[in-house]
Antibody
């Protein structure tokens, strides 16, 4: 079975940093495009970032470009999101998801809270 | 980029048919995908493309597209279908994804 397990969320002050991880299993991770999205509890989904299979192609939403960095380690079947200069509006549940389009499988998410 | 617009909520009587719509310019170029999200759970892909249903999605779920509007139809709604439904497509650059605001489906 496909499993995606996010970790690394928590509470941080504005301006702080966090690194999220997504551990993948049950599929060929190195041959899979990956994504990060977030959701404010009770609100809609916001697409954040894409990374190609080798890691050389990366795309970012305007809201996080220059502050967030997506990366992957195919040897460890892991996806990462390095988040810097965090703002209150970055608060939400962060999901990793498999696929270019559509997003075929999603993890259960990790909660990030940015507040003073 | 662009936007995808969904009605905030719809309701359907048990066993009846309901259509959830999604409107946006990007749908003229890209097929929609649809995700079901139940309370406290991650989104789940239920339909995509012209007629593609992931294994495990009941065949009462179907999709269609006309011009700039995509629709997800649930034929014979069951209580377990009560959830929020999000549509998605690629944006006009083709690089990023867009999501609609979600439609809360209530089965009464």
């Amino acid at each position: 079975d496909v499993q995606l397990v996010e970790s690394g969320g928590g509470s941080v002050q504005p301006g702080g940093s966090l690194r999220l991880s997504c551990a993948a299993s049950g599929f060929d991770f190195s041959d899979s495009e990956m994504n990060w999205l977030r959701q404010v509890p009770g609100k809609g989904l916001e697409y954040l970032s894409y990374i190609g299979t080798s890691g050389s192609t990366k795309y970012y939403a305007d809201s996080v470009r220059g502050r967030f960095a997506i990366s992957r380690d195919n040897a460890k079947d892991s996806l990462y999101l390095e988040m810097q200069s965090l703002r209150a509006e970055d608060t939400g549940v962060y999901y990793c998801a498999v696929g270019g389009y559509p997003l075929r499988y999603w993890g259960q998410g990790t909660l990030v809270s940015v507040s003073a | 980029s662009s936007e995808l617009t969904q009605e905030p909520s719809v309701s359907v009587a048990l066993g009846q048919t309901v259509r959830i719509s999604c409107q946006g310019d990007s749908l003229r170029s890209y097929y929609a995908s649809w995700y079901q999200q139940k309370a406290g759970q991650a989104p789940l892909l239920v339909f995509y493309g012209i007629s593609d249903r992931p294994s495990g999605t009941p065949d009462r779920f179907s999709g269609s597209t006309s011009d700039n509007t995509a629709s997800l139809t649930v034929t014979g709604a069951e209580a377990e279908d009560e959830a929020e439904y999000f549509c998605s497509s690629r944006d006009t650059s083709g690089q990023l994804l867009l999501f609609g605001g979600g439609t809360k489906l209530t089965v009464i």
